[in-house]
């Protein structure tokens, strides 16, 4: 990797003969006394998301504040290969923008992944929940910061394929860190030198459609450039405050809108210079898009010179009326869709 400050690459965990290696190889193995669930956060796919104190090891008397992921009881053995995948991946990465591991529990029921605690949740329901309340600087700073983890992630040659504002989680200093390490890939180094990964069981093939390069969703083309693509969406759903990418457009919409040359227009009061990085992420030709290296370093130039963030990007005119606008009974619920379409 010319000049790339991690050593070593990233090791897909699936690579190893038994996962269980994977995970005694990249995560500690902590004692289940040494854990104190206090309550239930939330819902994941295999189990409970959980506050609670992690004792400090050597000083039991110290607790930290953790956020704990349980396995529900009697899954099978694959459930629990494929929900201990999140922490071989996670336990690999040593960044202040990547959410830290802090351990796992296997050796007892129920099994659980451990990290730090992120106060304040996933940034786009933190966004929605505080519209229009921080200044233009400190939304910047966020992604100045998601933009980091992810050059990070890039250099160990870590493609997210999922990265969006639900994936990225906000702690109580308004840091965001980079999070949702489950999805499984391989990483093939190509002759053109760009990292892409050839498709490895990637949940049954769905892919998040409005956050995707087109490669990606065309012929599966995922690589740190559709994962630039993907960043673009997220600093436009951070200068709208968590508001919904293409709105209620389909999928199909989407897609043949991006196809034409469509792109989201800038949100509202967004400076124009962070409106011209979201069309730079979004170039249709992924070589011609900026490295995440380039990224922050324009977030840093930004930053230190706030006067560039005044002049406001024009056009914040309604959402256009989608021409391919149908309206349908129902909408398909989820962001994700399988390749063989809704
Ligand atoms: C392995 C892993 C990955 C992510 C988390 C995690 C969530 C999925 S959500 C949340 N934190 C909050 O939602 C805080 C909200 C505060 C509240 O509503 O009371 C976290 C997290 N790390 O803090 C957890 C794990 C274990």
């Avoid at 090891?57 to 899954?75: C, F, N, Q, R, Y």
């Avoid at 840091?175 to 990292?195: M, Q, W």
């Avoid at 962001?335 to 809704?342: A, K, P, T």
Wanted: aromatic share 10%; net charge neutral.
């Amino acid at each position: 990797q010319v000049g790339s400050t991690t050593s070593r690459s990233y090791i897909d965990p699936h690579t190893y003969e038994d996962p269980n290696q994977a995970v005694k190889e990249f995560a500690r193995e902590i004692d289940a006394s040494y854990i104190t669930i206090e309550a239930i956060i939330g819902g994941g796919e295999f189990g409970d998301v959980c506050r609670g104190k992690l004792k400090v090891l050597g000083s039991p008397s110290v607790e930290v504040d953790v956020a704990i992921k349980t396995l529900k009881p009697g899954s099978s053995d694959k459930a629990r290969n494929d929900f201990l995948t999140e922490a071989s991946i996670m336990g690999q990465f040593e960044h202040p923008n990547v959410i830290f591991l802090q351990g796992v529990v296997t050796r007892s029921n129920p099994v659980m992944i451990i990290t730090e605690y992120m106060e304040n949740g996933s940034l786009d329901t933190f966004l929605r929940a505080n519209d229009g309340k921080f200044q233009v600087l400190q939304l910047v700073g966020m992604l100045r910061g998601i933009a980091s983890g992810m050059q990070y992630l890039s250099e160990m040659n870590y493609v997210h394929r999922d990265l969006a504002a639900r994936n990225v989680l906000v702690n109580a200093q308004l840091v965001c860190k980079i999070a949702d390490f489950g999805l499984s890939r391989e990483i093939e180094s190509t002759t053109e030198g760009a990292y892409t990964t050839r498709f490895s069981n990637f949940q049954g093939g769905k892919i998040p459609v409005r956050w995707t390069a087109p490669e990606a969703i065309a012929f599966r083309k995922f690589t740190s450039a559709s994962d630039v693509w993907s960043f673009g969406i997220v600093v436009w759903e951070v200068m709208s405050y968590g508001e919904r990418p293409y709105w209620n457009w389909s999928n199909q919409d989407v897609i043949k809108s991006i196809e034409k040359g469509y792109r989201l227009p800038a949100p509202m009061d967004c400076p124009e210079t962070i409106y011209q990085l979201m069309l730079d992420c979004w170039q249709k030709e992924r070589t011609h898009r900026p490295m995440f290296l380039s990224i922050v370093k324009t977030l840093d130039k930004l930053i230190r010179c706030p006067d560039t963030l005044r002049r406001i990007a024009q056009n914040s005119r309604p959402p256009p009326v989608n021409p391919y606008y149908v309206p349908v009974v129902f909408k398909c619920g989820s962001d994700w869709v399988s390749f063989h379409h809704e």
